[in-house]
């Protein structure tokens, strides 16, 4: 299944810091992208600082699932263009933030809550367990993977309860999150995954680039049922 | 279980007209109010004609419950207040939205889909069945129960998928609706429920009634646990 | 997508009843593995006469999903052949209970519910309404399609709340169900599919097909992660 | 809300090892009535050994939440017995498992699952978040709590998606494990908490007790809608 995959990157971090520049020389959305050629998909990427944050109708339109990465600029996101996503991914679009893209504007507003957390920058050891293992977004994987330093996400995750729960984090320090949570609205498929900060190499690790290459698979839309809306004639008579 | 709730209305159609003036003489919020406050609650009404709608900080914080009813002017509904009544729910207030009040601001935001339905004024019956009989909104009702004459909604009901479904609706005219749906939102328990359209008796009815005395009590809140949120410290060592 | 499907059928009206036998000259599970073959799958079929009911341990190993229809005999089924079934759908096989099959007790077994209903032989229409447009098992579909002659199943259907509800049914006779229902459990797919009642020809019509291909797409097992059970050493040091 | 619960307890290991015996003087079982009692509650107990398990049909339709911990003799519970309780749950009656209760046959036919875990004796600590903090089951707790020394549990934990999930563990050795899970199966509320191991003095712990007593009164049964199934006549006039 060869999809279109549009990776978005707010792309602050990389100009702003050179040893994140340094990790990802073409940005967090570049290395993402690669992996996802190599997969077979058609990969291509927008940034926050391209018009309409690269993400015009046009593009919307014709991409099958949405990659997000964001952190510093989530409040910069045009109003506008976080709509667009929304409404596309209510149209079938699959969307799969990472990291603090749980804090972006599409996220919270297709989520309807606060989405808060604790965090914690300590650079200290994450284990991501597979919770549901026949998913297939867990294909391929062991009952766990580690990420040997990162930043840490603790409960309590103020998201919906998840569709169904994929993975759950254990993290050095002594909390718990919830790190792969997959949901259904309107016809899209939405997959938020934890793992990704910038200050470390984590989406140049097998098992994470395995999860977002399952996910977008997961992710792609399908045909589904037509659907009418607004004023309807009967089917049946009465009187 | 005595409970602080706020019936909000939009009392447009009442102002307009007539006959849904001389149905309901005290407005539909009035209507309400009455019969919570003789299953004894403390039951207040406010308007969108009234300052802030009459959901100010201080009457949306003493709120236990908020059942909410528009259809008209939903978009007349201001942004701030929206979002006030939003927040209270994600911080633990119930919210009860009534026929055309799953097009309101709040209940939009909260699940973060279209709500789209079809719909049809045509003053054909409805029966709402019960196919949650443990759930405690449905307590003392028998499998089914009838609205004479009402206005038609149908599906796709465009919401994620209710955490529980109470009622699904049968109509006349051919087609269904899930018409009765809980959702958890933050601390918040919502009940969306169908019935309500205001050119009928429908707030007069006594199985209407327990519906929405049971949603009210089954959307109290709770005192729940604390949750932190933010920067936090280790609760292990690590090096 | 090429999968070794495997039509379960008691095969008991069609010995019993010449109209049925007529109907389905090859059973009911020679009209289901006919269209699915067609469909390009290995679709085999298996009746409650064959020894081990057509269900030994070598069969079920091979079958990515498995196709059920019972109605009469659903007591007659061997327990060891039903806890073999349960088994293979928690180990990740498709289960896809047609009709009475929501009576058989590997249905009622993955369940743990009595899976209770209303019924009613009355030759009335039956109109599925697709409430979850988005969901796979409706590609294809209109918003909704009519059975012009069925049996009625109605509310309370005494399930647990499935994890994505795909189809509800208006009756003619005044009822609603649930007629389209997906679960997880184990690593296994399953969906319970309403239609199907031996005395009219259900499974000929296109709708039906549509659903039931699209379904065992669905339902079609894939790799997930391993996972590990029971005494485990520690990852972490600890005193 | 004064409830009858009936604490059951295989009472195996209360005699058959000293430590435990003198830990718990009056059993497990005994202990956890006590603060049942305590917190008004009408709480009497039974156990494996008593005829019919102490849980004879009178006893169990009196019951309005059962509270059971299990673990070496989980396969030594009649059948019929276990039927008895399925059935009551299914009918409303609350039942809350404890620890290996997991592994019992009411909960794991209730489940349809294998209810698989991994364990560990290892004398660890275990920290249990609470995830859902507006759940009543965690009022009055801080976000987590802490377990000096326990058994481990961990994942993947082979059960249904809970309905909603209140609490999840962190453990020394590494694992995770969702340690307080909701179902609604008929018209019963189930709590499944892990929490218990016999070795250690849980049981007299405030925050379990709190859990315990806030899952009995969320657990309890309330009235309901009446549910007829069966042959139905029909609501409707059709030809």
């Given at each position: 299944?060869?999809?279109?995959?549009?990776?978005?990157?707010?792309?602050?971090?990389?100009?702003?810091?050179?040893?994140?520049?340094?990790?990802?020389?073409?940005?967090?959305?570049?290395a993402?992208?690669?992996f996802?050629?190599e997969a077979?998909h058609?990969?291509?990427?927008?940034?926050?600082?391209?018009?309409?944050?690269?993400l015009?109708?046009e593009?919307?339109?014709?991409?099958?699932v949405?990659?997000?990465?964001s952190?510093?600029?989530?409040?910069?996101?045009?109003?506008?263009?976080?709509?667009?996503?929304?409404d596309?991914?209510?149209d079938?679009?699959?969307?799969?933030?990472?990291?603090?893209?749980?804090?972006?504007?599409?996220f919270?507003?297709?989520?309807?809550?606060?989405?808060?957390?604790?965090?914690?920058?300590?650079?200290?050891?994450?284990?991501?367990?597979?919770?549901?293992?026949?998913?297939?977004?867990?294909d391929?994987?062991?009952?766990?993977?580690?990420?040997?330093?990162?930043?840490?996400?603790?409960?309590?995750?103020?998201v919906?309860?998840?569709?169904?729960?994929?993975?759950?984090?254990?993290?050095?320090?002594?909390?718990?999150?919830?790190?792969?949570?997959?949901y259904?609205?309107?016809?899209?498929?939405?997959?938020?995954f934890?793992p990704?900060?910038?200050?470390?190499?984590?989406?140049?690790?097998?098992?994470?680039?395995?999860?977002?290459?399952?996910?977008?698979?997961?992710?792609?839309?399908?045909?589904?049922?037509?659907?009418t809306?607004?004023?309807?004639?009967?089917?049946?008579d009465?009187?």
């Amino acid at each position: 299944m060869s999809l279109t995959v549009t990776v978005w990157n707010e792309n602050v971090h990389e100009q702003e810091e050179p040893a994140v520049a340094e990790r990802y020389p073409d940005g967090i959305h570049g290395a993402i992208a690669d992996f996802l050629a190599e997969a077979g998909h058609d990969a291509q990427t927008a940034t926050l600082q391209e018009p309409a944050h690269g993400l015009d109708a046009e593009t919307v339109a014709e991409t099958d699932v949405l990659v997000w990465w964001s952190h510093a600029a989530n409040h910069e996101v045009d109003d506008e263009v976080a709509d667009r996503v929304v409404d596309a991914v209510l149209d079938g679009m699959g969307f799969i933030p990472l990291h603090s893209g749980k804090n972006s504007k599409p996220f919270k507003r297709l989520m309807g809550t606060s989405c808060d957390i604790k965090y914690r920058h300590g650079g200290e050891t994450e284990r991501l367990w597979v919770v549901d293992p026949g998913h297939p977004i867990a294909d391929g994987l062991d009952d766990h993977f580690e990420i040997p330093e990162t930043e840490m996400y603790g409960e309590p995750y103020m998201v919906p309860e998840p569709d169904r729960l994929v993975f759950t984090s254990w993290f050095e320090g002594g909390e718990v999150f919830r790190s792969g949570c997959c949901y259904h609205r309107g016809r899209g498929d939405i997959f938020a995954f934890r793992p990704g900060h910038e200050e470390y190499p984590i989406f140049y690790q097998d098992e994470v680039q395995t999860v977002i290459e399952n996910a977008v698979e997961w992710a792609a839309p399908n045909e589904g049922a037509s659907a009418t809306h607004g004023q309807s004639e009967p089917l049946e008579d009465y009187e």
